[in-house]
């Protein structure tokens, strides 16, 4: 039973003309007589009254209601939020300036003419019970009604026993707050009023409370605190802890913020400004989405059946997918076959290896699928030691930028009729060819064959695959180190003693630190109409670099040193490239040999070396090894002057300086990093570990780097996902445990430059994983309806299964609030 507070008799006028529509929303509000016999809390016996609250058009004011009543003293916070909010509204821009009046009693929840005349609410109490029963359904027909609603810090331990005021809330605190500390907010929504102002990383002294339930998925978060950038209380909520966000709640709009905990808070001018944006959305003077984070606004649904026996007839082994502008979806199999399908292992047989490298055509229009055809590839061994696996195959998939034209297709792939079963070598290609339109029909005869190269096959694997276009007509290509992840424990890759017939296959310093090699690699071509290619400029070489001794570059080469990059995206709006790759297989970091195993993922502005096989992170280098004796390490690379020293490079010795990059992981955490000695090399001691990144966490581990969303306003689609996701990069991760499947902000001003993510929220309700859900993320790309597109692996290595399938993540949530005929006069939409 709630007890009956004590209230102090004090209340405040602050005046500022505004425009507001008149007319009224009206709710049925049950009152009752305080006196009367005990009710049950949340549930008391009321008369019917009518509560109207002020709405467009007409009107004469904007009001905004503070009320202070608190279980405790008046405190100068409170005094200060007061004074903040007056002037809030005495000096905010002209649509935003409104009426003020504050209050500490309570009784004008139950006074419905006085009630009706305010647009919000605004609660600067300190915790305790502060509405006995009538009040507080006083305030709930207001929400019902369509009011406003703004609580501050402590208004999150206001009316502890109410499960509605905690719905309102959105959180409650584990206890109370920290002390007063400096910490960085991080603030992921750049749209909404109350945090569009405010800069990407804020860093403000406050008083930071954790949450008994972290409202994440539930509320509309808008801004984090960073909980490594200060001490928090007890039961900390992590790197995913909330500090201000919203909701529309129960027919009217609640916003909270747990900042504000200081009296100095309501003097800073940052915060000024999310308080006014907070209190323009509550006030319906203007419009937010409070809805786009919301789990239960997004669907995610599989939208191909299983393969019927025998047949790939839905799709193939899951490799790749591209969109096309009329909605579209084109995905590849790279070439395991159904389960049941005998593997040649043999090489004196001549089918070793062969496999069907499948394209699909789904059309959401019909929801139909189309079997476009089936290339014979190598590609079509699995299981096995490290000499018997094979990531050979179909490998990557893009649609020409006027494919509603002309059809073409290109495909990135590793034909069977090219490979040398004596010298274990293939050939890799890129490859055009024309999709009838009106069928989804792949004319096999209609290649044209743009580049080739060599790669070995003798030992798996890191084929990579995917390809992508820029705004300039510009064709990216990814090519994995072709090397084999064995004879260096799991370390750099850079053993030059094994070798097949002369070719070794486990030093990566052939290939992905070899500047004359085209494996592992981004590359950038410009294809021309007759199935030829141009070099656009400013690629990492131009192609007619040489050195004494003969070491030469390939021009094609604007990205070296990535060991398995199978996605890769550009932001045409940007232009920056996005991409990620699978790192080596150490557990663990050695003081001897470096770092363990990082996946990575970069944004790439220009052309660079990203370091593998001698550097990874944000310059963490390997230990050097070679002949006679590769088990004895040499010394530490420099990754600001790599050299590449190996008997098996036939390009330059001296590299390009190492780029740093934007996110890494190992089994330990995200963003590892190490206190360095005077030659800048870490410790590489566990125990003396940062994590820069501390959402992030590998263990079994694959990078699947995903799009940049670019929100369409002019679109009509009814299941595009909000504008909130504008600008954010998708990151994931093959696995779906502690892995990666994030959305992340980076900073225009450090980007490509090393610069860490600011931001960063999981997906992980959204984009299902676990039991029923996207199990083994394979690639992601947004269709033109604003749609998002996800292949799932499957459950079986190297061959297509039941679980192999093609989903789509729609969202639901509906525009902005408030409606734009419910807004005030002249408020901005």
Known sequence: MKRAPHHRSRSRTGVAAAALGAGALTVSLLGGNPASAEPYPEEPSRAATTLSLPSPPGGANVRVLVFHGSATEESPTVNAGIAAIESI?????????????????????????????????????????????????????????????????????????????TGLIGARPTGAPSSTQRAVVEVGDRAHPATTSLPLEWKRPDKWFNWAQNPSGSVHTVARVKESSYKPADKGNGWDHPISWCRDYDGGRSFYTGMGGTADSFAEADFRDHLRGALAWTSRLSQADCKATIDAHYTAERVTKANQPGQNDQIGEPHGLVTAPDGRVLYIGRGGADSSVPVVTDWNNPDIGKGNGEIHVYDPAGKKVTKAGALTVFGNKGGGDELVKNEEGLLGIELDPDFMTNGWVYLHWTPHSRIDRETHMGERRVSRFTLDLATNKLDLASEKVLLTWPVQIHSCCHAGGGMAWDSDGNLYIATGDTNSSGFSSGYSGNNPEPNFKGVSFSDARRTAGNTNNLNGKILRIHPEDDGSYTLPAGNLFTGEETAEGGGRTRGEIYVMGVRNPARIFVDKKTDILYAGWVGPDAGSPSTTWGPAKYDTFAAITEAGNHGWPYCMGNKQPYRDRNLPDPSKPLGWYDCDAPKNESPNNDGLVNLPPVTSNTIWYSPQGGGVDYPRDANGVPSYKQEEQKLLLPWLKGGGQATMNGPVYRYDAASASDVKWPAYWDGKWFVGDFYDGDQPRHAVLTDPRTVGRGGLPVHAESLKKIVPVGQGGIRNLMDWKFAPDGSLYVLDYGRGFFTSDKDSALWRVTYKGGGPTPAADQLARKAAQ
């Open 89 to 165: 509204g005495l000096t905010g821009p002209a649509a935003g300036r409104f009426r003020t009046e504050a209050t500490d009693d309570p009784a004008v929840f139950t006074n419905t003419q006085r009630l009706g005349r305010f647009n919000a609410v605004v609660f600067l109490t300190g915790g305790g019970d502060v509405l006995d029963p009538e009040q507080e359904a006083g305030l709930e027909a207001y929400l019902e009604a369509g009011g406003g609603f703004l609580g501050i810090h402590d208004a999150a331990r206001t009316e502890p026993y109410s499960s509605w005021f």
